[in-house]
């Protein structure tokens, strides 16, 4: 398969604590690749660094989408390279009209479309606003929307089944699946195993870098083994 | 005859259709400096223009539970580049009556220019009065725009307004907006503004929430950029059992515009609500770092958020 992500010894901290340390990676074209890890260890802000997000920019270490190290690009220049990123709690705005938001990357896709693999009906929603008046599942089910329609190479979901009732965590998992169908790697981030399934390969971060990665299901085993929280760091390295 | 099709240019380039004012079914008001111009009437709707000692003034009224199917259409502004315009109007909608009014303000040439608007506005008993106002400046800053409304709702009535100046220059704004609610009344109130260079704006907006279980709603969204200055003061009283009342003021600041925001509820009903919000800053960053994700550039995302806001 050929690699369309790399990181490499990637450093980043914040008030004098290190929050990814020495940091490897790599997801190839249209894997979806799991990143496991309990809250705090890190997962968003590995988000926030790949698509360049203000204020997280690494100590050290490359970022290389494609052949290019994008280290220096601004978010619209690494969205334009094809990264994207559905936020875990997405921002709402007043007056845009969910038909507008899920055309802005590509004024030809077709809106009702996304919608429907995102499980909302085009009727209803194509004309509402991206505002407060949505529930927190449904801005998320239009952000999955609307990162889709933007046919990316690579989309990076930080924490899609967070606020998603239980029984929608299917709905949530075909939808993952659709981005790789569409042609879309996937890195999913998510502290729930179950949820990691659905991936190709996955990681697990602890302490600021992976600590474990492999099949999803032998990720999924040694991360509800909470190996890493109860080894003191004598074996992921962390301590 | 001139100044008519000034006013009809006037109006598309505010988008809307000029052909309102040719309709036979469709009433409306149109006056130019203190000149007014043309006057329709349908059934329900009762006008009176007239000239004053210092301007001029109309009285409006809608029969008892007469519901007017098309908007009444307010045309007034001053086409010069220098001029006046004092107006004092009555709207008095009687019991169970509705209407909609739009109300479209046009300076395009203002360079020094003052309207100054005093209103009155009446709602009987389960009245409904929409009352839409859009004003266009053009792009002189000229404009002195002082509008000043006390507004009764009567028990049961629905008073809505939507206060609009988001295209050209604002240049001096001073709303001054009171409004009195009765028994189970609802007033909602949305004022949206965009200013620029040296621009003045300055609102406030008061709502005292007089009868029981009365409901009202402060919605304020200003921009400011360059030099623009604005002063917002959302202001509601709860004063009867089961009042309820909202201020909710966004405003978006850029370059070196200065906003403040002065949200003031008091309560004077041990079961009367009366909560506030109030945003002032930049534009959110995370809006701003979502747009961009989406490929936009941080200039197209911050006309983005904007926009939308004013929308």
């Known amino acids: 398969m050929t690699e369309l992500l790399r990181i ?14 020495g940091l490897d990676l790599t997801i190839a074209e249209q894997e979806i690749h799991a990143l496991l890890g309990t809250n705090g260890c890190g997962k968003s802000t590995l988000a926030f660094v790949i698509m360049g997000c203000e204020g997280y920019l690494p100590a050290t270490g490359t970022i ?36 507008n938001y899920l055309s802005l990357g590509s004024p030809s896709a077709d809106p009702a479309r996304y ?7 085009p009727d209803e929603y194509l004309p509402r606003m991206v505002d407060k008046t949505l529930s927190g599942g449904q ?3 239009i952000e999955l929307a609307s990162v889709l329609a933007l046919k990316p190479k690579l989309a990076i979901l930080d924490e899609p089944d967070s ?20 042609g879309a790697a996937v890195l999913l981030i998510t502290h729930r195993e179950e949820m990691a399934l659905v991936s190709d390969r996955a990681s697990q971060l602890c302490g600021g870098r992976i600590v474990f990665s492999g099949t999803p299901s032998n990720v999924a085993r040694h991360y509800k083994a909470r190996t890493c929280i109860v080894c003191d760091g004598n074996e992921c390295g962390n301590g | 005859m001139a100044e008519k099709e000034e006013i009809a240019r006037a109006l598309g380039e505010m988008g809307q259709d000029s052909a309102v004012l040719t309709k036979s079914n469709i009433a409306h008001l149109v006056a130019t400096g203190h000149t007014w111009l043309s006057l329709r009437e349908v059934p329900g709707v009762h006008l009176q223009a007239k000239r004053t000692s210092d301007g001029i003034a109309a009285e409006l009224t809608v029969s008892e539970g007469a519901r007017i199917e098309n908007p009444v259409h307010l045309c007034v502004g001053v086409l010069e580049k220098r001029g006046d315009q004092r107006i004092n109007i009555a709207i008095h909608l009687e019991a169970r009556s509705a209407a909609t009014f739009m109300a479209h303000c046009f300076f395009p040439s ?32 000229g ?52 200013g620029h260079a040296t621009d003045d704006i300055r609102i406030r907006e008061r709502v005292a929430l007089a009868g029981k279980r009365s409901r009202s709603l402060i919605k304020i969204r200003v921009a400011v950029e360059d030099q623009a200055s604005a002063d917002v003061s959302g202001i509601t009283e709860g004063r009867e059992e089961g009042a309820r009342g909202h201020v909710d003021c966004v405003e978006i600041v850029k370059d070196q515009a200065v906003a403040n925001a002065v949200p003031i ?18 534009v959110d960053k995370k809006q701003l770092e979502t747009l961009m994700a989406h490929g936009l550039t941080p200039a197209q995302a911050v006309d983005m958020v904007v926009t939308g806001m004013l929308r």
């Open chain 2, 265 to 282: 509820v008091k309560v004077t009903h041990p079961l009367a609500k009366v909560t506030h919000e109030a945003a002032i800053g930049s």
């Open chain 2, 110 to 141: 203002a360079e020094k220019v003052l309207h100054a608007m005093d209103a009155v506005v009446d709602l009987g008993r389960e009245a409904e009065l929409r009352f839409l106002e859009g004003h266009y400046h053009g792009p002189f800053g």
């Open chain 1, 64 to 99: 290389v989408f494609g052949n290019r190290v994008i280290n220096d690009l601004k978010i619209h220049e690494r969205a334009r390279l094809g990264i994207t990123l559905a936020w875990q709690e997405p921002a709402r705005f007043e007056g845009i009209s969910i038909a």
């Open chain 2, 143 to 194: 404009a002195s725009v002082l509008p000043k409304a006390d507004v009764h709702v009567g028990p049961r009535a629905r008073y809505v307004s939507d206060f609009s100046l988001t295209t050209g220059r604002v240049g001096q704004l001073y709303i001054d907006y009171n409004v009195e609610a009765e028994e189970e009344a609802l007033a909602e109130m949305t004022t949206r503004i965009f």
């Open chain 1, 8 to 21: 490499h010894s990637l450093s980043l901290s914040a008030d004098h604590k290190k929050i990814l340390d």
């Open chain 1, 139 to 141: 801005r998320k089910r």
């Open chain 1, 115 to 121: 919608l429907q693999r995102v499980g909302l009906t």
């Open chain 1, 163 to 182: 606020g998603i009732d239980m029984l929608s965590m299917n709905e949530i998992a075909a939808v993952i699946e659709a981005f790789k169908a569409e």
